[in-house]
């Protein structure tokens, strides 16, 4: 995978940004400060942001996966499931189906009900929060980390849909102008997203910018330097 650049006040805002952007941990990724920053006059002046590249290494992920799918996959499934339906009946949330998976260290849940777009939330948001909120209650007893997508009436794929054509839309716009495009601040999910989608496209490269929920993702042209 090749680095994908990030941005903060300081190096080790800029990688704990980058870090949780792509869902990883520090061992898991290689790290490379392409600089340091400067606070510049008096903390205001000239300050440069520090930037740093980070990619992850592929053998320690499928070693990491491979620990996880040693994990009793119907129990984690259905303690997810479980842990969901009755949040859900608590609030009142008609659900149709709940359907699990387990896929390396991921359990897949799919929601089906009439009340999708109280679940899904503004932008996703309430089923960020969902998400966040099952994976919490799984790995509580676990010396390993799952990780958990929720779906809800296909929001995820449209989205993912909808961010590879508006990608597509600013790949051109950069490669025609020569100029950065940057998006709306959007979520990590979506951030993570164009990042990976851009993974390995050697005409343009992704970056972060800003902070909390001002973060958004940026496209420029690639460095002539970069390896092929």
Do not use: W
Not at 59 to 72: C, E, G, L, P, W
Not at 108 to 130: A, P
Not at 192 to 202: F, S
Request: with cysteine; proline share 1%.
């Amino acid at each position: 995978m090749l680095g994908i650049e990030f941005k903060g006040k300081n190096v080790k805002d800029a990688i704990d940004a980058g870090l949780a952007e792509l869902g990883c941990n520090k061992e898991d990724a290689v790290i490379r400060i392409v600089n340091e920053g400067s606070t510049g006059l008096f903390g205001l002046m000239g300050a440069k942001p520090a930037i740093v590249l980070i990619s992850v290494e592929k053998s320690k992920r499928d070693i990491k996966t491979a620990v996880n799918t040693q994990v009793d996959q119907n129990k984690v499934c259905k303690k997810a499931k479980l842990f969901l339906s009755e949040l859900l009946n608590k609030i009142n949330v008609k659900i149709s189906r709940i359907e699990t998976s387990f896929k390396d260290d991921i359990i897949n849940i799919n929601i089906s009900t009439e009340d999708g777009n109280f679940i899904i939330g503004k932008n996703g948001q309430t089923l960020d929060s969902l998400e966040y909120l099952v994976q919490i209650i799984v790995n509580k007893e676990l010396n390993s980390k799952l990780k958990i997508d929720l779906e809800c009436e296909n929001y995820r794929k449209k989205q993912k849909d909808k961010l590879k054509i508006l990608t597509d839309k600013a790949i051109d716009y950069v490669n025609r102008t020569g100029k950065t495009y940057r998006f709306e601040p959007m979520s990590a999910k979506e951030r993570k997203i164009i990042h990976l989608y851009l993974k390995d496209n050697h005409f343009v490269e992704s970056f972060s910018e800003g902070d909390g929920i001002l973060r958004k993702v940026g496209i420029k042209p690639a460095k002539s330097t970069k390896t092929i």
